[in-house]
């Protein structure tokens, strides 16, 4: 049986982008990978494992999704339907018999059903779905592929921190202006506190 994961990267950012990933193959394939949740990973980790992915998978791919994209859709407070919209994409990009969805949403049957009726696939929205390999492969393919973008920018506007409210270095960076425009994500209340 095929099986496909879905996982996202970089949803609570307010610098660069969120990246969503799905993955798809034999579930024992990608369990022996050693497969598990990005964040438990250190960086070489995620980026041997993520090489391991690409071999064992049948079908890897992923979508970028820009800060001004973000604001737009959390102005409008549908930062789930902005997720789902993409998820569903990629589920018509890989074939599977059934497709495992970390849900964003509180209800993760509201989640499923949406997707579900979207793409007339099987879908299963799990919270903490990372359990099953093919969303922790997809979770290591959504955070290899976001960490390589945030080193673009980095590389051009210095050392930033991870890019998250909580984190004084990416705050710092915010005050002094060092942030090119088009990489904040404007909807964040983050900017409100630091002004």
């Not at 798809?24 to 090489?51: C, F, H, M, N, W």
């Not at 791919?61 to 820009?66: G, H």
């Not at 990629?90 to 599977?96: N, R, S, Y």
């Not at 359990?131 to 960490?147: G, N, Q």
Request: aromatic share 4%; net charge positive.
């Amino acid at each position: 049986m095929v099986v496909a994961g879905i996982d996202e990267a970089g949803r609570g950012p307010v610098i660069g982008p969120m990246v969503i990933a799905i993955v798809a193959g034999q579930e024992e394939a990608l369990r022996s990978l050693g497969v598990k949740d990005s964040k438990t990973l250190s960086r070489p980790a995620r980026e041997r494992i993520y090489g391991l992915i690409l071999k064992a998978a049948t079908c890897v791919n992923y979508v970028v999704i820009e800060p001004h994209i973000i604001d737009t859709w959390v102005e409008r407070h549908k930062l789930n339907e902005l997720e789902a919209e993409n998820i569903a994409k990629l589920i018509e990009l890989c074939e599977a018999d059934v497709y495992y969805v970390d849900s964003p949403d509180p209800k993760p049957s509201r989640f499923e059903l949406k997707l579900a009726g979207a793409t007339g696939r099987k879908v299963l929205a799990l919270h903490k779905a990372e359990r099953i390999p093919a969303v922790a492969a997809a979770s290591i393919v959504a955070k290899v592929v976001r960490d390589k973008l945030i080193d673009v920018l980095k590389a051009h506007m210095g050392d930033f921190g991870s890019g998250y409210p909580s984190d004084p270095k990416t705050l710092s960076a915010l005050r002094a202006g060092a942030i090119a425009d088009e990489c904040i994500r404007r909807s964040w209340r983050t900017l409100k506190r630091i002004r």
